[in-house]
């Protein structure tokens, strides 16, 4: 039964690719029927893990693959983490699912983008349910496979489809990274598991590593004993390399760049996979495989700095973009910085509340931007105002969605931004400076700034394009039912899941001791006044900026010596493609036009080219003697054999 | 007492006598008996090398010597009606026996 999660978006990515490609309305269905199918199948576990308290877990598994000792299983694990993740990604997903039937209706490609998503589906869920990391593995790249064809899926724009190359090459970089670390942890299994479980199993692989006196055992010795590896800095390079993959999958610093660009692909993928799932499937993996990261304080340090930079640095470049979904797109980014700070200060909890909440809110914004969109036909956030009275549904929906990304109280997002805010101003003793306390709560105050921004610009004021106002209508249902269901849920969510015996139940059973037990917010009058402080900071200075009366105008703030500068460095993104663009085509292009010369004059010229020179001249020469005489072949004949005897006498 | 020494001096002189045919004769067959020449000489030391070489244990001699010749004598024999196979249509085609007339099989 469990294993029809999988197997259900996989036969309708089938059918619908083989069979239903002529009928619209039998794709959308089986996808729907898939999708909903397996988030009925998921919630039929949620009574069992609610009762559970963290020890809930259904599993099975069967031998896939055997290589000497070495045995691969291909299973599912579900437990209070992998059902609550499964839960988001298909009810999120289905939502999503309901929304394109009505965003992509009338599009020729109508079949193709639901066997997509259907892909996506299967790819996604495998993920989640993996238990162990070559099962994992698998399906992060499928999963980068169907980011890349959704992204690309307008191929006929020559952006589309850059965008999809630049999204699948950067999840390289990340993913190569990410196989050296699980064949690292490939090659430890051997000594730490029973031999029968499968290779790279999560379970035994915890177990193995809560052992006492576990860490300073030898994990590899080089030299005769010269040189010792203890288990502890195996662990830490082994994370540190499996922490790639989550840089590259959750777009973080230095390897972001794709995600801003991947809204290229259609509103519901953008929504779907670059904003609620496929990029919160780092921040899973980091929550699954946590016991990797436990042990050693700095690769936590590293993850923890590595998110707060890239909260900060995605909402400072967010406060400058005038694309509407490139801005939520550099929002995701800033909150998955959130996520993954968290997972560094050691708050797998938070981190986890914190996803799924966004997962809500976020989906919810970008299924607006998609509504305004369709609406106005037109991405720029400068050419549209006043938009509000004419799609009132999408503009409050919004509007919601916005309050619950700032953290207003009582919204989802108070409670889950408000733990990790909390978590970041008392870190734990490895992560304590001044950016972790600082930066978090700078980038909650930029949050709030840039979406005022983006919500005055849109919704608000005098429209600026008055014939793409007047043209303006509200979306069908199809596309607002799924944002009012998504709009309840990001103003309850965060009571729903977000008490103490919740989370608890949506603990994972890899959790190995010592994590950082979740405090949920109290929310007593100071920790409302704060929330409500940064969010009146940020949004006051974007009403002051932006607002119908603009009473410090964006232009008098430019004029101060500096922010110029300041202004082109955030809307340049910190010039890091610029980085990359120049590395590509001096540093690249270079090493390759040498690796070229080489081949051209070395191997070839020389050594390929050279050798048939050779042969060539030596048949020249060697040819003159066969001159058809038989005498003289016989001539010669005794002559060999006398000087192959006179050598040999 | 003839000695091994005598039975290779006559090989070697019968295998001059025949080296010396294939190079100087030009006719096809001539070439062809100073071939067999040769080979003789060869199956002569052989049997020469046998006869004296191989030590005597009571009355058994290991022939394998003796044995190696009748290979020798047997593939000659399968040589000889190949070639003069070819030296036959080599004179119906070209209406000539010599060798040096039919050396345009070169590069």
Redesign the interface.
Known sequence: MNWLILLLPLTSAFLITCFTQKSKWLSATLALAAVWGAFAIAASHLPAALHGEGHFVVADSFRWLSAGDTVFRYGFLIDGLSLIMLLVVLGVGGLIHIYAIGYMHGDPGFSRFFAYLSLFMFSMLGIVIADNFFQIFIHWELVGVSSYLLIGYYFRKDSAAAAANKAFLTNRVGDFGFMLGILMLFYATKSWVAPGSGAGDFRAMAAAISAPGWLEQTAMSIGGGRWIMTNEHFLWIAGALTFMGVMGKSAQFPLHVWLPDAMEGPTPVSALIHAATMVAAGVFLLARIFFVYLPSETALSIIAHIGCFTAFFAATIATTQNDIKRILAFSTLSQLGYMVMAMGLGGVDASMFHLTTHAFFKALLFLGAGCVIHAVHTNDIREMGGLLRKLPITGWTFLIGTLALCGVPPLSGFWSKDGILHLSQHPPHYAHDWMITTLPTITAVLTSYYMFRLVLQTFFGKPRDQHRYDHAHEAPTWMWAPMVVLCVLAIIGGQLIGSPDTLEAFRTVTRPAGVMEFEPIHADEQTILHALLIFGLGAGAAFAAWGPRRWIHPDRILAIPGMRAVHALFDNRWYVDDFYAWIVKYVQQNVARACNAFDQYVLIGFIVNGGSWLTRATGAIVARYQTGSVRAYALLFLAGVAALLALNL | MITLEHYLALSAMIFTLG?CG???R?NVIL?MMSIEIMLNAANLALVAFNRHLVPVAGAAVAPDGQVLVFFTIAVAAAEVAVALAIAMLLFRRLDTVS??D??????
Not at chain 2, 102 to 107: I, P, S
């Open positions: 080296l294939v190079m100087m030009r070439v060798v040096d039919v050396a345009n099989l070169r590069w």
